[in-house]
């Protein structure tokens, strides 16, 4: 019983941080076709974000508000990735727009540079994050407990999911970005100006990596590739969710992360991997395009 | 008439190409020599996945799959040569006292050879069936391909006493009985991954000539299309599909005869990505290009990582930025320019009155 509640909670722990990732994602993927292989990269500027904020609150500030710089690390390195996603998106993206194999390649050239730009800047071992004192402990609840920052992350992830869905329901931009989504042409006709839109939405999208990146850092140590490993897992939760659907990153992300560690808990960590994946395969049988995927009745290419 | 220049033009240069290659041997240190017996076997996995992307359109990011298990399998045989019957070195480490029933076919070199294709093949038909017959395609076949290669590499790290673990298969001494090290076998080797180079891009060409090879373009331009025509565009996938991870296999077993070792890092996802950009340099949808790419852009790397070698990721990011951006038809499609600046300068005036009326540009096909 015990391990079976643990095992719950390390799956939605994994699924809460495959989620952080696959938000942006499945936003920039279902608005713009663009595939983003560096969104992983991006989760790795708001990891080192932190580790930058972490280290000025050492050098510069008392040492009893330390632990308050998990705040000003979680804005900033939202802040960051976004602007590094703005100039990305100004500078290369837009020519990428309904390329989506392009964007694929791409973005993949910008991870790579990336990468190596934070392997000149910080060097190539790892380096670590001390966690804030109030996460340290864990909540015990009978003979179990809970790390909190495990807790911390989930609360992190379920804050997000709230913020974009209010965002993408009840506000004026969100509206414009369903729009934009579901017909292009249409949306630009009745007078949305698409392509600020796209810049916004990428940049958005790029800003919750960086989310992403900073709860990572209390988790486990960062270097320049910490993204790599988990941008297959956050594709993969797109794909199965259906992209640009909201609820189907969160069905996605559960169920590549409550999934696989399932999985790997019964079999070995990579036989896991083997059965979530055929499990995908499977699923994509019944329904090509994710099973929240938004369906229209025009022929795709 | 233009088209029967371009053909020429390409011939020409292919001929080109091999002649340097096979008198490469005369003016090179053996050691040069070996490097470009492992940039041919990088030439051959480039048709084959021209044959998919540039030809019929699907981006594979997880050749690295088949390459690896042509190179696998070529390496179990090698590996027990190499142990000579008892068991071999990494499989005591990791506590095996018996050879695993999988590994025991493998001391004949024949099962080997023929397995080098044949595994590739099965999984490609498997993969291809599951995914084409159900139109999963685009980029959501391109996700899943990359999942397929880090799941292998994983599976490849993770059973250490089968596979050799992260240290892959290394530590072979002799190959149908002559040893790898002696400078004869290794330009016998040479010389037989440059035969498969051309033996593989002859058929290929044909291929793409035929009927069979304008589906293939037909079903990268409009696969509904196709389909409306009759076609089941999913056979044609599948085959070509399978065709590519038979030429990966066998490219990947020329491979671990020139290199020595297969390791899980030439199977992951980032060996897979960068075959993508051997392709992309060289020129998509010809297959010349890949060719070209492939030593171009492998001799590149060899010289910046002996030089500066923390320069190649930047290089090689930035060479994936700006070929695809600004030279999608890539280093093939130079050729074109002059007359290309040429017909932009003429038809300036009228072509800003019929771009909206004629949305379909049709593209020029050079094989």
């Known amino acids: 019983m015990e391990t079976l509640i643990m095992q719950i909670f390390n799956g939605f722990s994994v699924s809460s941080i495959l989620l952080l990732a696959a938000l942006g994602l499945a936003i920039t993927f279902g608005q713009m076709g663009i595939i983003n292989m560096a969104h992983g990269e991006f989760i790795m500027i708001g990891a080192y974000t932190t580790y ?47 390329k989506p194999a392009e964007s694929l390649l791409v973005t993949w050239g910008i991870s790579l540079i990336l990468q190596q730009l934070a392997r000149s800047i910080f060097g190539a071992p790892n380096v670590a994050v001390d966690a804030p004192s109030f996460l340290e402990n864990s909540l015990k609840i009978g003979t179990i407990s809970f790390s909190y920052k495990r807790l911390f992350i989930l609360v992190i992830a379920i804050c997000c999911l709230v913020g974009v869905y209010v965002l993408m329901y009840r506000t004026k931009y969100g509206r414009n970005i369903r729009g934009v989504m579901q017909n292009r042409d249409m949306a630009a006709g009745l007078g949305v100006n698409t392509k600020q839109v796209d810049s916004l939405t990428f940049s958005m999208g790029c800003g919750l990596a960086g989310l992403a990146g900073a709860a990572l850092t209390w988790i486990g140590a960062i270097g320049p590739t910490l993204g790599t490993n988990y941008i297959v897992d956050a594709f993969m939760s797109v794909v199965v969710g259906g992209a640009g659907s909201i609820l189907g990153t969160v069905f996605g992300s559960v169920f590549i992360g409550l999934g696989g560690t ?31 995927a938004i369906s229209g009745r025009a022929l795709e290419d | 008439m233009r088209k029967k220049i371009n053909s020429q033009w390409t011939t020409v240069l292919v001929i080109l190409i091999f ?43 997880g050749h690295g799959v088949y390459f690896g298990l042509g190179a696998y399998c070529m390496a179990m045989y090698l590996k027990l040569e190499a142990s000579g019957g008892a068991l071999p070195d990494f499989m005591t480490w990791s506590g095996l006292s018996e050879l695993p029933a999988f590994w025991k076919p493998f001391a004949n070199p024949a099962f080997a050879l023929a ?32 999942a397929l290669a880090m799941i292998l590499s994983v599976l490849l790290v993770g059973s250490q006493g089968y596979t050799g673990g992260s240290n ?8 149908f009985g002559k040893s790898l090290s002696a400078p004869m076998t290794k330009l016998v080797l040479f010389y037989v991954a440059l035969a498969a180079l051309i033996l593989i891009f002859i058929p290929c060409r044909f291929l793409v000539k035929r009927r069979i090879g304008k589906i293939f373009i037909a079903i990268r331009d409009g696969e509904n299309r196709v389909r409306f025509t009759g076609y089941n565009p999913a056979k044609y996938k599948v085959f070509v599909y399978a065709l590519s991870a038979a030429i990966a296999g066998i490219a990947g077993a020329l491979y671990v005869t020139q290199v020595g070792i297969i390791s899980p890092n030439e199977v992951g996802i980032t060996p897979s ?10 020129g998509k949808g010809t297959l010349v290009g890949p060719i070209i790419g492939a030593l171009g852009v492998n001799a590149m790397k060899t010289a910046a990582s002996e030089n500066f070698p923390e320069v190649w990721s930047y290089f090689i990011g930035i060479l994936f930025v700006v070929v695809i951006l600004w030279l999608p038809g890539g280093l093939i499609s130079l050729k074109d320019l002059p007359a290309r600046i040429k017909k932009k300068f003429h038809k300036q005036s009228e072509q800003e009155d019929n771009e909206e009326i004629i949305p379909m540009i049709e593209e020029e096909q050079i094989c």
């Open chain 1, 52 to 98: 930058v904020v972490q280290n000025l609150f050492r050098t510069y500030l008392p040492k009893n508000v330390f632990d308050m710089y998990c705040i000003a690390a979680l804005f900033l390195s939202f802040l960051v990735a976004a602007l590094f996603g703005t100039v990305l998106e100004k500078l290369i993206i837009r020519h990428l727009y309904g």
């Open chain 1, 262 to 292: 399932t999985f790997e808990y019964l079999t070995d960590a990579s036989l896991g991997k083997v059965l979530i994946f055929v499990c995908v395969i499977i699923l994509l049988q019944f329904k090509p395009k994710g099973i929240f």
């Open chain 2, 273 to 282: 990505v960068e075959m993508i950009i051997w392709v992309a340099v060289g």
């Open chain 2, 19 to 61: 002649i340097f290659l096979a008198t490469a041997p005369f003016y090179m240190s053996m050691f040069r020599v070996s490097l470009f017996g492992k940039y041919i076997c990088f030439a051959i996995v480039a048709i084959g996945l021209d044959m998919i992307w540039g030809y019929t359109g699907i981006l594979s990011l």
């Open chain 2, 168 to 175: 892959g298969l290394t530590n072979f001494s002799t190959i």
């Open chain 2, 115 to 146: 397995m080098v294709v044949v595994v590739p093949v099965i999984l490609a038909i498997i993969i291809g069936y599951l995914t084409f017959l159900n139109r999963i395609k685009g980029v959501y076949f391109s996700i899943l391909s990359q």
